[in-house]
């Protein structure tokens, strides 16, 4: 996962954020089909997500505001790391 913090400007945020998943789709050997990014201005999230095989980045339409929908972003940052857990059964 890619976190992009930007100052008030999600637009060019989220610009950079593909440009870095693709780049991370460059740069690592890993079985995994999607990669996950959000960029943050610190009170507002938004994710996007790149898939290796078409190569298209989606932006996630809704904004997450801290601390209004602090449920929903924690539980989608667990859901896309929950993968990587060390203790998983």
Excluded: C
């Excluded at 690592?28 to 290796?52: P, V």
């Excluded at 095989?53 to 924690?74: F, G, H, I, K």
């Amino acid at each position: 996962m890619v976190i992009e913090a930007k100052n008030e400007d999600l637009e060019r945020g989220f610009v950079q954020l593909a440009i870095e998943l693709i780049a991370l789709d460059q740069w690592i050997e890993s079985d995994q089909t999607i990669l996950q990014g959000a960029i943050s201005t610190g009170n507002i999230w938004q994710f996007g997500q790149f898939d290796r095989a078409s190569r298209a980045v989606t932006q996630d339409l809704n904004l997450y505001r801290v601390p209004a929908d602090l449920e929903d972003l924690l539980r989608i940052l667990v859901k896309i790391l929950e993968p990587f857990r060390e203790d998983k059964p």
